[in-house]
């Protein structure tokens, strides 16, 4: 929970505060370029009931895709798992699936929080973000956060009557964020998460994301003070509770990363385009982790988790990463599961695996017309 000194202390920093307003305007990314902030164009529809592109999720999503028929053929029993029939339980069963739906909350939804579905999905991207600073591997100039910036100050501005002012707020919160990060302390660090977060939603929502609460605070915020003192306690109370309820897990990995262990964020799999973009969490060694903050679990969902995980794995077509196991972390429940390939694919997975990675091109192709 944000205290009183917390608050003193983020005032007084921003006082010191040597960025000017709209001080911002030029490039944050150092990976931003006319073709990569093309590219988020698809991204922004003007009109926001238009669907969003194909991605891996949409994909496995739909019954009839090509691409899910092929994960699917991997893993048949995964299929099942969490299913009505005895068998689909029994794969549930071996697979751990159930440990995972009795899980406890220890760190529920705060009380006062009165819609859920606008909360949960920026306080899950802001304890990614917060995660990766407690990792001690985010870099605010080198994050999907900058390119939401870039996006929104070179493609969104230009579009809205005060999209300058917008952009002189936003650039301004940016900054300091990262001031914060920088110098601030547990709480500040949580502050400047929620900020990232808003940020990071530009670039993957664009427009969309200006169809919600994060515009109307954009458009009503006068000042960065106001911005920073829009955000509501309950969405900072969560990030903190995360982050308590997971401090253990978190250092543990932090030990490991400055023991030498290789970490990769973000990873980029070679394949992802052709199902119109596959965003992996991290890599942690050779294990690939997916980040859930949800409040309730069942074993359809896990399976689902499960099947997204593997799809990641099928469009690392050259096998860049040499994943050797796949892992779930419930940041709500401060639990993470972990299984191996061959838990998941019997023991022929690197022959399944192989197989799949040859075939998704065509299987795709093949399909296009059932997928577009």
């Known amino acids: 929970m944000a205290t009183g000194s917390s608050l003193a ?39 926001p009931a238009v669907e969003p592109p194909m991605s891996l999720t949409r994909e496995l999503n739909k019954k009839q895709s090509p691409f899910r028929q092929l994960v699917e053929g991997c893993a048949p029993a995964l299929a099942i798992a969490g299913g009505r029939s005895p068998e689909g339980k029994r794969v549930a069963e071996r697979l751990g699936f159930y440990d995972l739906v009795k899980a406890r909350s220890l760190a529920p939804l705060p009380d006062g929080v009165t819609d859920a579905r606008r909360h949960s999905p920026t306080v899950g991207m802001a304890f990614d973000i917060r995660t990766r600073m407690m990792l001690g591997q985010f870099d605010p100039r080198r994050s999907a956060s900058a390119m939401g910036m870039d996006v929104f100050n070179h493609l969104l501005a230009p579009l809205l009557p005060n999209g300058q002012h917008i952009s002189d707020v936003l650039g301004d919160a940016f900054l300091e964020a990262e001031r914060l990060t920088r110098d601030g302390d547990d709480v500040d660090q949580d502050y400047a998460s929620i900020v990232f977060a808003w940020c990071e939603a530009l670039y993957r929502a664009g427009l969309r994301a200006l169809f919600s609460s994060l515009g109307e605070r954009l458009h009503a915020s006068k000042t960065v003070d106001d911005l920073f003192a829009s955000i509501p306690p309950s969405m900072l109370a969560d990030v903190s509770n995360l982050r308590a309820a997971n401090q253990g897990q978190v250092e543990q990995w932090r030990t490991m990363i400055r023991g030498g262990t290789n970490y990769t964020e973000n990873p980029h799999f070679t394949g992802a385009s052709l199902v119109g973009g596959a965003d992996g969490d991290w890599f942690i060694d050779d294990t690939l982790f ?72 065509s299987v795709m192709e093949r399909g296009a017309g059932v997928v577009a």
Not at 33 to 47: D, F, M, Q, R, V
Not at 322 to 344: C, D, F, G, K, M
Request: glycine letters at 4%.
């Open 9 to 47: 202390l983020y005032y007084r920093l921003r006082q010191r505060s040597p960025v000017p307003v709209g001080g911002i305007l030029q490039p944050l990314s150092p990976m931003a370029t006319p073709a990569s902030l093309g590219s988020a164009l698809p991204y922004i529809p003007l009109n």
């Open 290 to 361: 997916d980040f859930k903050v949800v409040d309730t679990i069942r074993a359809p969902w896990v399976r689902k988790v499960l099947m997204q995980l593997l799809g990641y794995l099928i469009l690392d077509l050259d096998n860049d990463y040499q994943a050797q196991r796949i892992s779930i972390w419930l940041p709500r429940q401060a639990t993470v599961r972990t299984w191996t390939i061959e838990e998941i694919l019997g023991s022929e997975a690197s022959t399944i695996l192989a197989k799949a990675r040859v075939d998704v091109e």
